[in-house]
């Protein structure tokens, strides 16, 4: 039997990609075959599509876009995937305005946004990935923090280290007298909506922020534009703690805090504890889910979904079969990228489903008679 050479890349990629994940620290990627069983999906032949697809938005989703486009351009060798990592916010406007193709967002459209949109928009969970609690300690290898001590360290009711409060989740544990440096993002995130609506949830009788893609944060903190921004001024400031995500945290090479989850356990932020919330998720009609603070023992209470969004109608024909090919390759071959880079892979149930939804995507011309 022959195997396909397309395949053969694909293998070779994924084991370049998973040696580089292991260098940085991203080695625990068991269990992801309950999720991707094989790679089908639509019958498209990649070297047929052509054009240019502009997408915007989620800085969490960053790594795998830009890893699974790069793929991609090997089979669809006359299309153009281009990403820009500018927040939830920025990337679902864009794709109000119809200046990208797609959009890449942690949070759903608000009610109030839906207006902005002059067509049906489907959503496409890809991936999810736990949202660390990063710090910058090096004399303390291992940081226990329960949801109403997040709370208040963000909104500044604790403000140094050895803080009694901490130092109770964290009994033998020498904590320096050190102030507490709290860095935040400054633009709109949907990381920031995922944390503030974690702490909303489970912190609910202590967290006085509210929750949204940007907040009103205490004048003490610090802000930093995007996930990279913000791991980088964490490693560059002894005494920091940030919200995250995985990837961003492991390239920075920063500390992760266990968090205790509903069960009263202490998890950390790896993929099967990020699979354990979301195996404990119900995704409604739109594929819309929310894995944060999710029931069970393992699950990572801070796992926060992703989507990529588009419009149901293009302009063309070609940029229709264009999205239609891209939106198959990230929920086939990227699905097994996706691990290698800190994400967790959509439930293999869900993505039959939401392979079926791809066909949805038309050009506006083939609507007419």
Known sequence: MRIPDRFLRLVASVMLISITATACGLTDTSGDERFVSELDGLDIDYRTLTGTLNGSGSSFQDPLQQAVSGEFRRVARNVTVNYTKSGSSAGKADLAARTVQFAGTDSAIKAEER?????????????????????????????????????????????????????EENPGVELPDLRIAVVRRSDGSGTTKNFSSYLDDAAANVWRLGTGESLEWPAATQGAEKSSGMSSLIASTSGAIGY??????????????????????????????????????????????????????????????????????????????????YLNYLLTEGQLIAPTLGYAAVPESIRQALIERIDVIRSSSEDRP
Not at 139 to 150: K, N, S, W
Not at 259 to 278: D, E, F, S, T
């Open 244 to 325: 995250v995500d995985l990837s961003d945290s492991v390239a920075a090479r920063l500390q992760r805090a266990l968090v205790r989850n509903r069960a009263g356990n202490y998890v950390p932020p790896k993929l099967p504890n990020a699979r354990a919330a979301i195996e404990s998720s119900t995704f409604d009609d739109e594929f819309l889910y929310d894995p944060l603070n999710a029931p069970g023992d393992e699950a990572y209470p801070i796992t926060a979904p992703t989507w990529v969004i588009v419009a149901a109608r293009q302009r063309s024909e070609s940029t229709a079969d264009a999205l239609r090919g």
């Open 115 to 167: 207006a902005d949109f002059r067509d049906e928009v489907l959503y496409f969970p890809v991936v999810a990935a736990p949202i660390t609690v990063s710090y910058n300690l090096a004399e303390v290898p291992e940081l226990r923090l329960g949801p109403d001590t997040i709370a208040r360290i963000f909104q500044g009711d604790i403000a140094v280290w050895n803080d009694r409060r901490i130092a």
